[in-house]
């Protein structure tokens, strides 16, 4: 019973306690790549450095995707106002016009 009391405590349930051990995270990582650059000077640190903040990226994505984001506040589905077509609306059909220009069928005729 003590622990699961305990275990809970590590347990991270919403995205702002991931966010801040992300931040956690990101201070060691930094911390460690100073030491390794301080260590190893030239492009073998500098590879080190980069490998631990690029570490910091992979953890803190697994982080947030593990997380489940928060509920809506409104119950049920979301459905938008109706809006009623106007009759000038941008799917009526416009007039074909002729191949030989705008004027009409009976202006044509030669009876």
Known sequence: MMLKKLGR???IKTRFEAWLVIYAIALGAVERGRHYLE???GFGGWL???ACTGVVFI???KLLDSVTPPKPALAGTYQPPLR???V???NRPTRLLNRRG???RISRRTD
């Open 9 to 11: 405590l590590f347990t």
């Open 39 to 41: 260590t190893y000077p």
């Open 48 to 50: 080190l450095a980069l």
């Open 59 to 61: 953890a803190g994505g």
């Open 84 to 86: 009623h077509r106007s």
């Open 88 to 90: 000038t609306g941008r």
């Open 102 to 104: 705008s004027e009409s």
